[in-house]
């Protein structure tokens, strides 16, 4: 939501005490009053959605659902053209804000395994934008045991085409139990990288992170797992996303933590060069 200046606001009020006085004295019907300043907010609202500053990667529909065609015949991804003609016909409006994106969300179902074949799927999305420079992936990452799913729950995981605006640089808090808030983008977040690559690109090095992805598996050498918590064997990830400073590659990364560690993720926070989208529509 665009912000109110203090000036507006002084504004507001000053013609709100007027009307006031205007109204008890007789000059003015309440209802004439009440639509003023209706009209008055309504004027001074649009003034601030219109001095907010532009995303300069913005792109239309048809470039996103051109884009969209593409990677379903190159990579097989199944939908047919008369989901992408739905998906084209229901698009939002493009959001108000520099960080503010509308991506596209495509997810597979292909039974337990739907969040993580879907997670691989943007890979491959990915390395077909990027070409050779494709994805680096860190150790932890290269290994097939390990467990996805969504921290709003996988039922949230529906097959199809839809559409999402995430604020690419927002604010995430976790709730008083330690959850992440279903707010925090998972595939939302990969779609960003390969259907904004000159965003990635022109943001090196800015790891963007998946929080709304859990992720699981048991540490990859056995003397880390003497190093662990005891009971805390089988370990929760963040994931992030970002594009390396050198080379222009997706870099896949995670960072361990423990379930209930509050402080990690505030100093992880706290850490320059980090962001974390957020699903605002």
Same mark, same amino acid.
């Given at each position: ?47 601030? *959605? ?20 593409? !990677? ?27 960080? !503010? ?41 290269? *290994? ?14 529906? *097959? ?57 598996? *048991? ?63």
């Amino acid at each position: 939501m665009p912000e109110i200046t203090k000036e507006q606001l002084d504004l507001i009020r000053t013609r709100c005490s007027w009307l006031l006085t205007a109204v008890r004295q007789g000059q003015v019907s309440p209802e004439l009053a009440l639509k003023g300043l209706e009209e008055l907010i309504g004027a001074e609202a649009l003034k601030a *959605r219109q001095t907010l500053p532009k995303n300069p990667y913005r792109i239309s529909v048809k470039a996103a659902i051109t884009q969209l065609r593409r !990677m379903n015949k190159t990579l097989n991804l199944g939908f047919s053209e008369d989901e992408v003609i739905e998906l084209e016909d229901t698009a939002p409006a493009w959001p108000d804000g520099k960080y !503010m994106f509308r991506v596209m969300r495509p997810r597979l179902d292909t039974g337990d395994n739907k969040v993580l074949d879907t997670f691989n799927m943007h890979l491959a999305c990915i390395d077909n934008v990027r070409g050779l420079s494709g994805v680096w992936k860190k150790k932890d990452l290269r *290994r097939t045991d390990f467990k996805l799913s969504l921290a709003g729950g996988d039922a949230t995981h529906t *097959r199809g085409l839809s559409w999402a605006i995430i604020n690419a640089h927002g604010r995430l808090r976790l709730t008083a139990e330690n959850k992440i808030p279903p707010e925090a983008a998972a595939d939302e977040a990969l779609a960003l990288a390969w259907q904004f690559p000159k965003y990635m690109t022109e943001n090196a090095g800015l790891r963007h992170w998946l929080m709304g992805y859990q992720m699981s598996q *048991r540490p990859f050498e056995e003397s880390d797992l003497a190093a662990r918590e005891p009971g805390n064997e089988e370990q929760q990830h963040f994931l992030a996303v970002s594009v390396g400073k050198v080379g222009q590659q997706i870099r896949l990364n995670n960072e361990w933590t423990y379930p209930g560690k509050r402080e990690q993720y505030k100093a992880l926070r706290s850490e320059a060069g980090q962001c974390f989208p957020v699903i605002a529509g």
